[in-house]
């Protein structure tokens, strides 16, 4: 459309030096500023928010990251900010990939590195994210187009790829541009969101060869239920350590799948059983047996570096500086006090700081958002919820 | 821009025919054909779908309800299409709100009722939904804009309000245009998504007045845990029969907020304890004592109606036709059969539809599908998954 307005622009002035009289001027200078405001128009595209340099903890509604440094603040995470220090390689961006980018996007990843061959169609509008306007166009680009839009302060790369090519996927995620000094790969976690096992298998065996932690996602053809997996190479089982069977028997999964047959979804969040709202989680060990032979370097590997984890965690405990509680009266071996009874104890109930009886502030003074919380005292609520966790179990096995 | 092309054409006309020559008469045809050509572009908003008349099973790229109405014959629901009769109300556009709404438009809710007052925020951008585009938008406003275009399919119905309107909020829900024949309200659903106790009381108060069964969610303030909670009315306790303290004692909520402090929140989805991946459930009585006089009326009607919901309840076991199942071998009361074993009991191996042993398809073959599911068989695996459950949480309980 600019282009076009541009050739406009030339054309009428073409005319004008080649108009016998000067009295039709006044129109074609009146049409000349017409098309330079459709310019100025078509250029507008809808406002995009600007980069942010650094990310602030100022509570004003133009700060799109208030709510996510409050995290900070509320002792959940030690440093937010370092979260533009990760990468995450996101494989297969359908229904889960896409909120899982979405969802990281928001949260201000540093970079995000998005495989996928596929395009969108309208029959994907049963899950979250693409929208109608954009089928046609790859996963990838449509993402990409609707993240950057999300948080300019990301990094994409984006890969339409089939996975076939192992070398190049491997090499892609090798990549370290984005953080030169980082230790091992150029990505922190990888996320498999694909819908075929021979895409895991793939995923598993680059995670095995690059020591990469991954995690592995899937839903059932049904819709109703789906499982989410950890996998840390050498300490954890991997994907082949325990396959489904389908991967054991060898049969080829696309003669399971029949023409006019699709499986069902839905726009929800995925990994467990919707039907009986259950979630259950398991550990799995590595299997000694495993097929995988990149799998058992890393479990001979794992094994070989305990002495120094068992060394590590000794000495982290050690540093642990227990300070000795001190008694409330030195010289009262029974730590009595006296109180004067014609003053309240409590305080001034007329104080606009002073709450019903067992009721408390979620949260803390202003001043006391400053000081640290206390881990022990973090420690202690998580051991309370595992006390109540075990009794709601009691509970619900009756 | 469309109007300033069509002002831009007439000027065009007017200098052709106040041209004292026909020499740059064709240059001034192109100008035309251009301008034409730009009111075409102009026009081409993003192509949005159009409307759907009959929800279609037909697994083609186009169809957008295919991977839903494949729950239908995977037998997880039993008339997929009368999803579009049903009303769902929310209540509060935010980070809950926004996805729910999300949720049923992709799953072609029939209508969607939206209540909020507040405007979109670059700092409501570390939830899912919204986009940095919108910002001073109305959090409806902005929905129904990204709904529609998502789904053109469901109806949607604004509100800008803060619950204070109580009789505008209750008479919203009791309006019936959209299904006439409807029992009870005009809504199958109230889901409350607000962020303050006064709101939740509005709608505990209007749902317990209509006898609406509702949802109520919340986050917690440093974003890591949450609740969701079903509450019918009479026959589970409403919001008011174990109020959070802070209801209970009557002090003003708002004086527990203070100037410059945000709580934290996490583009995730909420309802559980996230850092210890918990999410228990339980259930809660009506309280006989309940301070809110509907939910008492409720209660009444509720134990009233038992012989009724009994009796109904009799019938519909009595009704359920119990088929007597035939002896394989009538005159065999041992039930032997011979097997040639000359002849393989398997399969041929070499059939392409011949899996493993121990292999099974997930989809059933094509003629398969034409048959309806039975019940039972259903109802069995359930009790399998409830065995299997106990199992885990005895394992979990260590």
Known sequence: MESE?????????????SLPDSSLLASIDMMQSRVEHLTDLAKCAPARRSKVKDMSAEVVDSNPYSRLMALQRMGIVKNYERIREFSVAIVGIGGVGSVAAEMLTRCGIGRLLLYDYDKVELANMNRLFFRPEQVGMTKTDA??????????????????????GFETFTSSLKN??????????????VLSCVDNYEARMVVNQACNEMNQTWMESGVSEDAVSGHIQLLVPGETACFACAPPLVVASGVDERTLKREGVCAASLPTTMGYNALKDYFPTMEMKPNPQCSNTACLDRQKEYILAKPARDAAAAKAKKDEVLVPECPVHDDNEWNISVVDDSEPITADASSSDTLPEGLVRELPTADEFQKPCDPQEMIDSVDDLDELRKQLEALNAD
Chains 1, 2 share one sequence.
């Open 5 to 17: 307005l541009k050739e406009m622009l030339i054309d009428l002035d073409t005319l004008k030096r």
């Open 176 to 189: 370290k541009t984005f953080c030169p000094s980082k230790e091992g790969s150029g990505v922190d976690l």
């Open 143 to 164: 993402a990409v187009q609707t993240l950057s839009d999300i948080n300019p302060d990301v990094s994409y790369t984006l890969n339409i790829t089939t996975l076939q």
